[in-house]
């Protein structure tokens, strides 16, 4: 019994299974999130100008205020010469605005009147020429309006200040002639010689 019993003890003890290896499952990493597109600016073609005043004036605008560029720079023997050259050309809006604009650089007031009744009559021409010029006739014929304005208010002025002057001139003159007739009262006036006594005898 001694003997048996371990035996039977042994025969109902089931071995135990080596513990299997644990299986390595890959892991993935999670899904990266969901990218917003973004729209790229617009950028501007090469030949689309930057703002206004990057854009070239084109066009008989532009070939009129390159024209008043140049003549800006002349001197009166120079804008002579132009206004002869001028003068000999037909008359057309683009030579009647050339030569306001000459006009308006001499500085004489009756060359100013005539530059502003030549840019009026651009202005209300109804032809195919004057059309493109007439924006820039009523911007320069407001200019010169107001040049001119300027220009009167100065020769008034002017006129007030030599008007003034020659008024303080006889003012002044006036009191000189005062004060030559006060110093002509304080002077003294001679002694008056004493009468001579005639001691001479009358001859016998």
């Known amino acids: 019994m001694t003997i048996v019993m371990p035996l039977a003890l042994a025969g109902c003890t089931t071995p135990r299974k080596p513990p299997a290896e644990a299986v390595a499952v890959p892991v ?3 899904p990266p999130p969901p990218v917003t597109p973004v729209e790229a600016e617009p950028v501007a073609p090469a030949t689309q100008p930057g703002g206004i005043f990057a854009q070239q004036p084109q ?3 532009g070939t009129m ?9 002349l ?3 120079e804008l002579a010469n132009e206004l002869a050259r001028l003068g000999d050309l ?13 006009l308006a650089q001499t500085r004489v007031p009756a060359d100013l009147v005539k530059a502003q009744g030549l840019l009026q009559r651009v202005a209300t021409n109804p032809s195919a020429d004057a059309l493109p010029l007439q924006p820039l006739a009523r911007v320069l014929g407001a200019r010169y309006a107001e040049q001119r304005r300027v220009e ?9 200040v030599r008007d003034s002057q020659r008024r303080i001139d006889q003012l002044n003159e006036r009191i000189e002639a005062l004060r030559a ?3 002509s009262f304080a002077r003294p006036n001679p002694a008056a010689p004493a009468p ?9």
């Open 152 to 160: 009167d208010d100065r020769d008034k002025q002017a006129q007030q």
């Open 181 to 183: 007739i006060e110093r």
């Open 28 to 30: 993935m990493p999670p």
């Open 75 to 77: 001197g009166p023997p």
């Open 65 to 73: 205020l390159a024209y008043a560029d140049k003549v800006r720079q």
């Open 59 to 61: 066009g008989p605008v």
């Open 90 to 102: 037909v008359e057309t809006p683009t030579t009647q605005m050339q030569t306001a604009i000459v």
């Open 196 to 204: 001579t006594i005639n001691n001479t005898k009358p001859a016998p």
